[in-house]
């Protein structure tokens, strides 16, 4: 061996690079992405899969949102710094609760940021804009607009026909970027359909663990293709005991499971503790790198007092588990951060 | 045959639609429908929006029924398009949408009152339906007419759905040792709001409430529901009084938690 090598009994350890020159090659190829808060804590990269977890009402659908505007914002545009990815966003809506409304208004909010930091608020003496700022925020919302896809799906076939579909999209001429971000809203969607499409006696929903096992294939091939991040939301199934009945037959133990997770949240100023259980299979389990918890204290029933405040929101990382819970409030500019 | 302003189904779930054609598809055909009540206008900012499942809670007596029957009549009266009306429990009733329309002035301008209540009550199509299977089997029904371009009265499509109350037809099928019941739930969510966003239409319904344990109530349905509708509000009535308070449980575009008073007729 050491003869072949040509006199030089280490040649056989020669490498193609070093770790440190293998580290700045994987930095530069798939560079870390700063999300808006409370998902700025955690390092993202592209090749992710981020499970952001929580009660309705939460604020999951809303924080997608903020980070798809941070992805279809450009970082710079016409000399105006934005701080966007300036790239595309895939967003798959299972609930079919998307309301594009609420991402233009968003959207335009942090154009109209972007614009004031620019020129002083940009506005004229009356407070009106004047027409080139009108013009030219259109231009850019459009722009970015065109950057964000989206198609609804009704049931477990068409989501996985969607999935597949999402290779060919993101080689589209149209977009002349990749697609950056692929979101699903919300991945739990069709659990219940699933499950009951499967016969009774079998212990294991085949239904639900093939479909799952589809959806995971067909993200791994895309994203061995296009390294992009994914943000997937979940809403819990609650155990049985809790407050929030009538979602489980108390009488069943069947729904009783010991490794459920733990959350705890406030509800009308005195602690509960909601258990739900993990209900996607453990392919599902072991695909996502990155998961966060929300939760939201406010009443079941808002009393009139409470209008005009907001709700305050609770996030905490679970996968890396930081330890550290954060408030913040949603707003229409988008997430308060509360000390 | 489908109708021109429509995409096909196919063409629906099989490409991906961008930012500015679901914007352009929103501002030309997802319009607001005015319940005619005041209040609850203002706090929807205009009325119930058409591709929205709008759900109205509240304990009984609270003026449930009366949101659904003002909706139906101002929508049918000011030709806004035709309403279906799923009656669960015999709610429905003719003489309280005459008096609505008689409690409602300048609807109709000049012209006869009488002719008019006539042709609003043509444009309300009511079903009884009092069970999971016979809401199935409506939908589908609805489904099947609307892709034909059926459901029509004069040339008006229709543009509300009412479901007086889903928590009827809902509440005795979950819960139990097998999944079907909530399944059979997540179907019907399903259903309404594929109705909604591809034909481009309102549905509303309502829901009651149970209670939450220390004396507090909730609304029925449980977790798997409370993510479903687009818009939630909960509305109660002061005790022997006409004026009632709407507040918004969940919305797309509103904070919860925001609240208007407004007035029922008596």
């Avoid at chain 2, 930012?19 to 429908?33: A, I, Q, R, S, W």
């Avoid at chain 2, 005041?38 to 949101?67: A, C, F, M, N, Y």
Wanted: aromatic share 6%; hydrophobic share 40%; glycine share 8%.
């Amino acid at each position: 061996m050491a003869g072949e090598a040509g006199g030089d009994p280490r040649a056989w350890l020669a490498v193609d690079e070093t770790a440190a020159a293998f580290i700045s090659r994987s930095l530069a190829s798939r560079p870390p992405i700063i999300l808006p808060p409370p998902l700025h804590r955690a390092p993202l990269r592209p090749g992710n899969v981020v499970e952001i977890a929580g009660p309705s009402n939460s604020g999951k659908s809303h924080l997608l949102l903020m980070a798809a505007v941070q992805c279809i914002l450009p970082k710079e545009w016409e000399g105006i710094y934005f701080g966007g990815l300036g790239k595309s966003v895939m967003y798959l809506d299972l609930d079919c609760r998307f309301d594009v409304l609420r991402l233009a208004q968003i959207l335009r909010n942090r154009i109209a940021e972007g614009f004031a930091h620019l020129r002083n608020g940009g506005l004229e003496k009356d407070g009106t804009k004047d027409e080139f700022q009108c013009s030219f925020e259109n231009t850019l919302f459009s722009d970015c607009m065109q950057h964000f896809l989206y198609v609804r799906c009704y049931n477990s076939s068409e989501f996985t026909a969607a999935l597949k579909t999402v290779q060919s999209q993101s080689r589209s001429e149209v977009l002349g970027v990749g697609i950056y971000f692929v979101m699903i809203d919300s991945i739990g969607a069709f659990y219940w359909i699933d499950r009951a499409s499967q016969p009774v006696r079998e212990s294991k929903g085949k239904s639900l663990q093939s479909v799952t096992e589809t959806v995971v294939h067909e993200i791994r091939t895309f994203l061995q293709l296009q390294p992009a991040l994914v943000l997937v939301t979940k809403a819990p199934i609650y155990a049985e005991g809790t407050t929030t009945a009538n979602d489980f037959n108390r009488g069943s133990s069947k729904y009783t499971l010991e490794d459920s997770t733990v959350l705890r949240y406030s509800r009308q100023e005195e602690e509960r503790t909601l258990s739900y259980r993990e209900y996607m299979p453990s392919i599902w389990q072991s695909f996502v790198t990155h998961r966060i918890n929300l939760q939201v204290e406010e009443a079941e029933v808002p009393s009139v007092q409470e209008n005009g405040v907001h709700s305050t929101h609770t996030s905490e990382w679970v996968q890396p588990s930081l330890k550290t819970k954060e408030k913040f409030s949603i707003v229409d500019d988008g997430v308060i951060l509360i000390q | 045959m489908m109708s021109q302003d429509q995409p096909s189904t196919e063409d629906r779930c099989g490409r991906f639609w961008n930012g500015m054609e679901l914007l352009k598809d929103v501002t030309e055909k997802k319009h607001l429908l005015p319940t005619g009540l005041e209040g609850i206008d203002t706090l929807l900012g205009g009325g119930l929006r058409r591709g929205h499942l709008t759900e109205v809670t509240g304990p009984s007596s609270s003026g449930k029924t009366q949101v659904c029957l003002h909706s139906a009549s101002l929508v049918a009266a000011k030709h806004l398009g035709v309403v279906m009306y799923l009656d669960t429990s015999n709610s429905f009733s003719p003489s309280r949408v005459a008096t609505i329309i008689d409690g409602t002035p300048d609807l109709f301008g000049h012209k006869a009152k009488g002719c008019e209540i006539e042709d609003v009550m043509r444009s309300i199509i009511c079903e009884s339906v009092f069970d999971i299977f016979a809401l199935f089997e409506v939908l589908n029904q609805l489904e099947i007419s609307l892709s034909n371009d059926k459901v029509n009265n004069g040339g008006s499509k229709i543009c509300l759905l009412i479901i007086d109350s889903i928590s009827s037809l809902l509440a005795p099928i979950i819960g139990g040792k097998y999944p079907q019941g909530r399944s059979m739930m997540i179907s019907v969510a399903m259903i309404l709001k594929k109705l909604a966003d591809e034909h481009n239409l309102s549905v509303l319904v309502t829901n009651h409430m149970v209670s939450a344990g220390n004396g507090a109530v909730k609304p029925a349905l449980g977790e798997s529901w409370k993510a479903v509708p687009h818009v939630r509000l909960v509305i109660s009535r002061e005790c022997r009084s006409n004026i009632c308070t709407a507040t918004v449980l969940k919305h797309t575009l509103l904070a919860s938690g925001s609240t208007v008073k407004f007035t029922v007729p008596s």
